[in-house]
């Protein structure tokens, strides 16, 4: 199976992405686009994200080989819908959604009979929108595809050939597998930061100016991730809400045993966790999934 024709319907950080990249590697691909706001589409249209971006979700599909739907979780059932009438018999569904489980049910009742192969690239920004894709974002990273029992073995071969194409390292996993380490490696991390950053901004001893002007490196760093688009992440919260509230539960059992560490003077136990999580981060870097320059890489003009 061979994929000529993509339709991306979405067209903010990843779809704009996907769009630039298939562009920037001369892939031989076709693209066209949909979005629901006027003016995404306008400056989708005005940066060339897509060859052809249409005004209605039906029409940007028709003949597609691929479509990614690049929307919130939450409306993944809703954008298929909008699209149904559209789409090519042979057509590969999949998307770009940070849980799973709750994207293919969705799309299973929205689409019934078609080839749905659900994905995620494990890569993004917190900016959002048409303005923030670039070309490079999938390059060495992750794409999880989570194929359902019985997928078509060719259209398997297809997706996982286009996200290598773009960049990308394709891992197959089990979708519910998926959502409990996405839980543990992204859902958590963002709530606690989201957690951290509201905590700081409510403090009546502290005021805002204060918390802003002496933001320190791990502070600026969760205020970056608290930053990330909000409708993303309260539909990833409320679609992942098992795996989450899994987490969650062990991640407040670790915070107790580190409060009583803390309250009993327990050294021994703060250094040994301490050492635990820096040989992680080290492990991170030489699976290139960090940069090891001093401050992530950016420039201290940054």
Avoid at 14 to 39: E, N, Q
Avoid at 217 to 244: C, E, H, Q, Y
Wanted: hydrophobic share 45%; charged share 20%.
């Amino acid at each position: 199976m061979t994929i000529s024709r993509v339709a991306i319907i979405g067209l903010g950080l990843l779809g704009g992405s996907i769009g630039l990249a298939i562009k920037a590697r001369g892939l031989d691909i076709a693209t066209t686009g949909y979005d629901r706001d006027p003016a995404v589409r306008a400056k989708a249209a005005e940066r060339g994200l897509v060859g052809q971006v249409y005004g209605t979700a039906a029409e940007a599909v028709t003949d597609a080989d691929l479509v990614i739907l690049c929307v919130p979780v939450g409306a993944m059932g809703a954008a298929a819908h909008e699209l149904a009438l559209g789409l090519a018999p042979h057509a590969i569904i999949s998307d770009v959604g940070s849980s799973k489980e709750a994207v293919a049910e969705a799309l299973a009742a929205a689409l019934p009979g078609a080839c749905i192969i659900p994905a995620h690239p494990v890569a993004g920004t917190e900016q959002s929108g048409p303005e923030a894709g670039f070309a490079t974002l999938f390059s060495g990273r992750w794409c999880i595809i989570t194929p359902p029992d019985g997928v078509d073995p060719a259209a398997l071969a297809a997706l996982s050939d286009f996200w290598t194409q773009l960049g990308s390292k394709v891992e197959l996993m089990d979708a519910a597998h998926h959502d409990l380490v996405l839980a543990v490696t992204s859902h958590i991390p963002h709530l606690i930061a989201y957690t951290i950053v509201g905590t700081a901004s409510d403090l009546e001893d502290v005021t805002q100016s204060e918390v802003i002007k002496y933001s320190a490196g791990g502070f600026r760093d969760f205020t970056r991730i608290a930053a990330s688009d909000p409708v993303m992440w309260r539909d990833v919260f409320l679609t992942n809400k098992g795996a989450v509230l899994e987490m969650l539960g062990r991640f407040s059992e670790d915070l107790t045993a580190l409060q009583r560490a803390i309250r009993s003077g327990d050294g021994d136990t703060l250094f040994d966790l301490f050492t635990r999580t820096r040989a992680i981060r080290r492990q991170v870097i030489e699976q290139g999934q960090d940069d090891e320059r001093p401050d992530f890489g950016r420039g201290h003009g940054e």
